[in-house]
């Protein structure tokens, strides 16, 4: 859950060591990765920062005074006079345990973006990961990479209510709901935002898998206002999902369309939904049935097409 006016700093994330591998004249190195560079508006940024100590002693990072010893550096680039606008995070006030590493080794870390700085204008934002080495008095940052905000097609809406006894917080409001779909560069993706407009809350912005466009989503809300979605993500293959309002996956399980029908939902006799008109795809069965499957034989190759003389 995000509140777009006031989030938490969720900072605490592991370290995994790694060999290190780079140019020993800087004496720290850090590396930054993202997955893609196209993303919808509160969905999360994962950056990969890796954070090589190449100094030939130990390394030992830690906070001193206003310097934090590790930071993002966020430009939101703009046409105007004054230049790029300069990205604060939400809470400049983090404190982060020290860490150390040890001679020619590295660590390595996931940080969501999101929640931590407000890259919720469209657009494109300039990252960098920024350390600090008290011990030197240097910032070490990485290369940038760029990141673009955007916003996917809305498919379909609906706001509810939330009783005290549904929600997260114990108080009563409202819920919007949205599916929203985004060509990414290799495919179409499924994504449900749900959020509290009144209070400036994103319970969630997930991604629900691949989307084929010319097939719509089938969407109900049950009576305790649990989301139920049946999607087209392959020829002949549907995924279900159902969530509840925080954006909590309850549920989810692939089907297969026959050759009279295709999967869609149906409500039952407790108030909530199923899925009829396919069939179950068993994750276990399929993964067996493709380990057992023997390597192709010589016979089984192509026949090579015929060089002209």
């Known amino acids: 859950m995000i509140s777009v006016r006031r989030p938490l700093l969720l900072l605490a994330l592991g370290f995994i060591a790694l060999a290190a591998i780079g140019d020993a004249a800087a004496q720290v190195r850090v590396d930054i990765s993202l997955r893609r560079a196209l993303f919808i508006r509160y969905e999360p940024v994962i950056a990969i920062v890796t954070i090589t100590n190449l100094s030939g002693g130990e390394l030992e990072l830690a906070d001193e005074g ?62 960098r990961a920024t350390v600090y080495d008290s011990k030197t008095g240097r910032y070490y940052s990485s290369a940038p990479l760029n990141v673009t905000i955007t916003e996917g097609t809305t498919l379909w809406t609906q706001t ?54 010319f097939s719509k989503p ?24 159902h969530t509840n309002l925080d954006g909590k996956v309850l549920e989810s399980k692939q089907f297969e369309s026959t050759q009279t029908t295709r999967p869609s939902l149906r409500r039952d006799t407790s108030g909530g939904f199923q899925v009829v008109g396919g069939i179950f795809v068993d994750p276990n069965a399929l993964a067996a049935q493709q380990a057992a499957k023997p390597p192709a034989s010589i016979s089984d190759r192509p026949v090579p097409l015929p060089k002209s003389p």
Not at 192 to 211: S, V
Not at 218 to 241: C, E, G, R
């Open 160 to 213: 509810v209510g939330t009783p005290e006894a549904g929600s997260s917080d114990g108080k009563a409001g409202t819920r919007t709901i949205t599916l929203l779909s985004q060509r990414l560069p290799d495919t179409t993706q499924l994504y449900l935002r749900i959020e509290d407009k009144e209070r400036g809350m994103i319970y969630c912005t997930a991604q629900l898998g691949r989307y084929v466009s």
């Open 66 to 127: 206003n310097h934090k010893w590790f930071s993002f550096h966020i430009e939101h680039p703009s046409d105007d006079a004054e230049g790029d606008a300069i990205i604060p995070p939400y809470n400049p006030d983090y404190s982060l345990s020290p860490v150390v590493i040890e001679p020619g080794r590295s660590i390595k870390r996931g940080v969501n973006i999101t929640p931590l700085y407000p890259i919720t204008e469209f657009g494109i934002y300039r990252v």
């Open 218 to 241: 089938d969407v109900q809300i049950d009576t305790s206002n649990d989301i139920h979605i049946v999607q087209n993500i392959a020829p002949k293959l549907f995924l279900y999902t």
